[in-house]
Nanobody, 123 residues
C-alpha cells in the first residue's frame, strides 16, 4: 500500500486545514485508516481513526470536537478536517493503514505508513 498525505501548511490559531491521504496498491475499502502526528522531540501519537466502511470513528481526547476524520472509498482517500487549530497542534501528520477493519488507536496495529505533511499553527 502506498500512501500520500497532503494539505499541510501554515495557519493561524483558530484557523482550519483539511488533510488528505490518497492510497493505492490494495483494496482501500478493506482496511481501517488512521491519522497520527509527531511534534518535534515527542513521540508519535494517535489523532483519529476510521473503520473500513467509514461507519465508526474514534478520536484522541485532545482533538474531540475540533477534528473530523472521513473517507471516500471511491476515491481511495481519507481526510482529516481540522478546525479551531491551536499552536500545540503543530506537528507532522501522517496517515496509516491497519488490517483491523474496525480501525484502532494503537500505533502497533498499523502496517503501512505514508510520508507526513507538516502542519504549523502560529499563535
Amino acid at each position: 500500500v502506498q500512501l500520500q498525505a497532503s494539505g499541510g501548511g501554515l495557519v493561524q490559531a483558530g484557523g482550519s486545514l483539511r488533510l488528505s491521504c490518497a492510497a493505492s496498491g490494495r483494496t482501500f475499502s478493506n482496511y481501517g485508516m488512521g491519522w497520527f502526528r509527531q511534534a518535534p522531540g515527542k513521540e508519535r501519537e494517535f489523532v483519529a481513526g476510521i473503520s473500513a466502511s467509514g461507519g465508526r470513528t474514534n478520536y484522541a481526547d485532545f482533538v474531540k470536537g475540533r477534528f473530523t476524520i472521513s473517507r471516500d472509498n471511491y476515491k481511495n482517500t481519507v481526510y482529516l478536517q481540522m478546525n479551531s487549530l491551536k499552536p500545540e497542534d503543530t506537528a507532522v501528520y501522517s496517515c496509516a493503514v491497519t488490517l483491523y477493519t474496525g480501525g484502532s488507536s494503537r500505533v502497533d496495529r498499523y502496517d503501512y505508513w505514508g510520508q507526513g505533511t507538516l502542519v504549523t499553527v502560529s499563535s
